[in-house]
């Protein structure tokens, strides 16, 4: 699973931000590892550097193999809220996103319950 990380000019930290993004994101999403081929991470300063409640925002977007991309957003009063809030939306929309694919291979045919066991 690749990571990439793209932040607009207003949001601080730099290659020690991305690269503690990238760290997390492979942490938290490891058990997706085989589903998702790439995540990207945005981050945006809604109020272009002033500060103001809630005004780091992450969007998160997967890329599951072979699906549609799974996007989430969160907002928050730092990076690291706004991302954290996000990785844990994004884990339980994959989880139902994955959950439905397991499920609708996982059952029987109508034939199986016809079938005579002897």
Known sequence: MQVQVHANDHIQGGES??????????????RFR?????????????????????????????????????????????????????VDKLIHALDADLGRVKARHARDTIGAHLQDPE
């Open 34 to 86: 085989e589903h998702i081929t790439r995540v990207e991470v945005f981050l945006t300063d809604v109020d272009a550097g002033k500060s103001g409640a809630n005004d780091k925002r992450c969007r998160l977007e997967a890329r599951p193999a072979g699906r549609q991309p799974v996007t989430v957003t969160a907002d928050g009063d730092k990076v690291p809220v706004a991302f954290i809030s996000a």
């Open 17 to 30: 931000l991305a690269q503690w993004i990238q760290t997390e994101a492979l942490d938290r999403l490891a």
